[in-house]
């Protein structure tokens, strides 16, 4: 029987969309596998219970056949234009010093044991207009034809793209609506290369940090990097069901202003819009910005794994700082699996690996001592619950 609901853009009706299995998010028991006490930090391993991990044979088998062979053809694809752009830039080079500089790049991009260094560079150093090609190269069975897997490819690391991953299967929802990516109802192939592991893992660290939202979120909260802020507005509107919203407001920093759009939609959606509060920032100005504030909740997911350890301390530290005594920060890593190859061959997404015991470190060096780091069932990514006492 169909269900009647609002329809538009970003929502489906649950009637009309061939839907994959509901997996539920509040209200389910998460088993904890394994729980780990290193340094004063408990490591807790999750069971699928609750979670998304469909089909590991056939992801490992795909791997290391099918998905390869993939990777490596969008490899040689982005090799070729990277090529193409130092050949250019050699030309137009000006000094003898920035000339050597790119031929000795454009050697070692022919080295199978030393091209991995430029690729990395490449990605995050040839500027808005390469780049832009360089996430657009169009593969047949994977982006080419499909409208949402295009759209994510264009979009890495950003938060339409993270849309695309959370909602391609129409998993989350809530007034009676389940959300679709923003670009529009998926397709075949957006729905099987997104259903990958690291997709599968993505989602399941949606269902951790909203989990954690819904028990833990009060009075002042901000958001860092708030992306879609997704996981987030599914626990304000969880809060709002059970009528314990009162009192509750949320900041919600991004230095990207389609982000915030983003967010505020889908707030609109989930009729939480009126707690939130939008700021456009920089992130190297953002201490600044929130001068003479304080919260009570602390969210930065999605935005460690770009950055040396370093600057994860310095980032720490400042949340830290803004923490009241006994305020609670969430922060998100991901670890070092086999998605490693997959993302930076198949995807060209550069990110920074994590083991749990280092993110620990970094957390506890900050000024965390009360941590418990929650690794969902893939074991990519991990969310930590930091207290500051």
């Not at 004063?40 to 699928?48: C, D, Q, S, T």
């Not at 599914?234 to 991004?254: C, F, P, Y």
Request: glycine share 6%.
């Amino acid at each position: 029987m169909a269900v009647n609901v609002q329809t538009g853009i970003g929502m489906v009706d649950i009637g009309s969309y061939k839907l994959g299995p509901q997996i539920p998010l509040f209200g389910v028991e998460h088993k904890a596998a394994t729980r780990v006490e290193t340094d004063g930090v408990e490591i807790v391993y999750l069971e699928k219970d609750g979670f998304e991990v469909t089909k590991p044979f056939f992801w490992w088998v795909w791997d290391y056949t099918l998905g390869k062979l993939l990777s490596a053809w969008v490899l040689f694809k982005s090799i070729r234009l990277i090529h193409r752009v130092l050949r250019e830039r050699i030309a137009k080079a000006e000094g003898e010093i920035e000339r050597k500089k790119l031929e000795q790049k454009l050697e070692a991009l022919a080295g199978r044991k030393t091209r991995q260094p430029v690729l990395d560079w490449a990605r995050r150093n040839f500027g808005p207009s390469v780049m832009t090609e360089l996430f657009a190269i169009r593969t047949s069975g994977f982006n080419s034809g499909s409208v949402v897997m295009s759209h994510f490819c264009q979009n890495v690391a950003c938060s339409q793209a993270l849309d695309d991953v959370y909602n391609v299967t129409a998993s989350f929802g809530w007034e009676g609506i389940r959300m679709i990516p923003m670009v529009g109802q998926s397709d075949p192939l957006s729905r099987f290369h997104l259903d990958c592991p690291n997709g599968q893992s993505v989602r399941n660290r949606y269902r951790i940090v909203a989990r954690l939202h819904e028990q833990l979120i009060r009075g002042e909260t901000l958001s860092v990097a708030c992306g879609s802020a997704q996981p987030l507005i599914h626990a304000l509107s969880e809060r709002k069901r059970q009528g314990a919203l009162a009192g509750v407001s949320v900041l919600l920093a991004d230095v990207d202003q389609s982000a915030i759009d983003l967010a505020n939609h889908r707030a609109e959606q989930a009729g939480v819009r009126s707690v939130l509060i939008p700021l456009l920032t920089q992130f190297a100005v953002l201490p600044k910005a929130l001068e003479g504030t304080s919260f009570d909740h602390i969210e930065a997911c999605g935005i460690i794994d770009y950055l040396a350890d370093d600057r994860v301390v310095d980032l720490a530290q400042m949340l830290h700082s803004k923490l009241k005594r006994g305020g609670t920060l969430l922060i998100s890593q991901m670890s070092k699996t086999r998605a490693e190859k997959v993302l930076s061959d198949t995807y060209n997404w550069w990110i920074i690996y994590r083991s749990p015991e280092q993110f620990a470190a970094l957390l506890r060096k900050a000024g965390f001592k009360d941590v418990t780091i929650y690794v969902e069932p893939w074991r990519v990514h991990m969310v930590a619950l930091a207290r500051k006492k």
